[in-house]
């Protein structure tokens, strides 16, 4: 019999952690789900050129969620405007829905930012943000979906 894993994850909807199972997909089947940008970008680790990507400057309130997987990701409160024409955000729904990872690519020590649950690149954190955390999440539109607030 096949053990099933679960991880925890936090449902802004049920506003409590919620145990999960991870979402594990092959490269064909999330490139049938997903656009060619959105699968460069969420799955092979790509980034949006600066100042093109949907929610960059996009200012209605609601919750960004994993393109891939709809795991609840950042909400509109924690977004703010750092000039660099990529999405940020000061904090995220709860550390339990993002995972960082050291990222050296391209002679730069950067941290790598993915969803916990299907492990989608969603853009690096860097520690010149807003208060009250100092981080500033920069995400690519490409890996983010945005929804309504939960009523």
């Not at 994850?9 to 490139?31: F, H, M, R």
């Not at 730069?108 to 100092?134: I, Q």
């Amino acid at each position: 019999m096949a053990m099933t894993t679960t991880i925890p994850i936090y449902s802004v909807k049920a506003g409590a952690t919620e145990q999960v199972s991870p979402v594990v997909k092959s490269d064909a089947e999330w490139k049938a789900i997903l656009s060619p940008e959105q699968f460069d970008v969420a799955r092979k680790k790509g980034t949006e050129l600066a100042f093109t990507g949907k929610y960059h400057d996009w200012k209605k309130k609601g919750i960004y969620v994993c393109v891939c997987c709809k795991t609840d990701l950042f909400l509109s409160e924690t977004k703010f405007d750092s000039g660099t024409g990529w999405p940020s955000f000061f904090s995220p729904v709860s550390p339990l829905n993002v995972k960082e990872h050291a990222d050296r690519s391209f002679g730069m020590v950067r941290t790598e930012v993915l969803c916990t649950r299907c492990g989608a690149h969603l853009g690096h954190v860097f520690d010149d943000g807003p208060p009250p955390t100092g981080k500033r999440y920069c995400m690519n539109s490409a890996s983010l979906e945005f929804r309504e607030p939960y009523t």
